[in-house]
């Protein structure tokens, strides 16, 4: 269970287990447990960075009490550091422990922001957090998991997009044949409605992920630039290297190929 080895990472760094736990409630598990149970592609969760911890809001003053905060510390650095090293042993790099400093400063600054604008006074602050052999696990586990999504059939992880999207949500309230669509067929329902061009549009951030995932420019980005900055340069594709912007449009060709078999 991925909370218990949370907890008892917390534990072993001295912190009470029933204030790490409410932590981890608190915030939701945080990215490295997002990402660990979300669909793929998985790093899309990653978008919202760092808005997940955010949504803590009105427990900062709780959160920023003794104990409390020492657990949203390692659990920030757990993210970050999991995030990253997964990274960095995809690509066989050392792990950029700078970098990954720098994220958690971010997302603490964030939530400093965060609590200035709503007049919410304490909030969670950073502190110092040793990075152990035990964050290694968390790093493993999202090794696996990035394995096992990359190694899915890219026209099924399509499908389950388009599925799930609200292009075909819209489709389905207005063709009464769509309404029994499944899985393996969401793509074709779009052509079939003249909805995958308005597809393509609405996610093509997911399609870049995607896509980075399988060419690993995602893991180059997140080694050399860190998480807020990949972030940031996934919804500016001109500031993206070209090749792999040239990959995105390869993956559009390939779903726009859908509608001439419809």
Avoid: C
Wanted: no cysteine; glycine share 4%.
């Amino acid at each position: 269970m991925i909370i218990l080895d949370f907890i008892e990472l917390a534990v072993k760094a001295g912190i009470d287990k029933d204030k790490a736990v409410s932590v981890y409630r608190r915030l939701n598990g945080g990215y490295y447990m997002k990402i660990y149970y979300s669909k793929s592609p998985i790093l899309f969760s990653l978008v919202s960075w760092p808005n997940l911890y955010l949504r803590s809001r009105k427990f900062y003053p709780k959160l920023a009490e003794p104990g409390y905060s020492e657990a949203v510390q390692l659990l920030i650095s757990v993210d970050v550091i999991s995030v990253v090293g997964m990274s960095s042993v995809i690509l066989s790099k050392p792990l950029p422990l700078e970098q990954a400093r720098k994220d958690i400063e971010k997302a603490f600054s964030a939530i400093r922001d965060d609590a200035t604008a709503n007049s919410i006074y304490p909030y969670p602050e950073e502190g110092e957090v040793k990075i152990t052999q035990d964050f290694f696990a968390f790093i493993s586990d999202l090794v696996r998991k990035r394995k096992e999504d990359d190694s899915r059939d890219i026209m099924e992880v399509l499908n389950d997009m388009a599925y799930d999207s609200e292009a075909l949500e819209e489709v389905k309230k207005k063709y009464p044949w769509a309404k029994t669509v499944n899985r393996a067929d969401s793509l074709k329902a779009l052509g079939l409605a003249g909805k995958l061009d308005e597809f393509l549009k609405t996610e093509e951030v997911k399609l870049a992920v995607l896509m980075g995932q399988r060419n690993l420019h995602i893991d180059r980005l997140l080694v050399e630039r860190g998480i807020t900055e990949t972030v940031k340069l996934l919804s500016h594709f001109e500031e993206l290297d070209p090749s792999f912007v040239q990959s995105v449009e390869g993956v559009k060709r390939m779903v726009l190929e859908v509608s001439n078999y419809v």
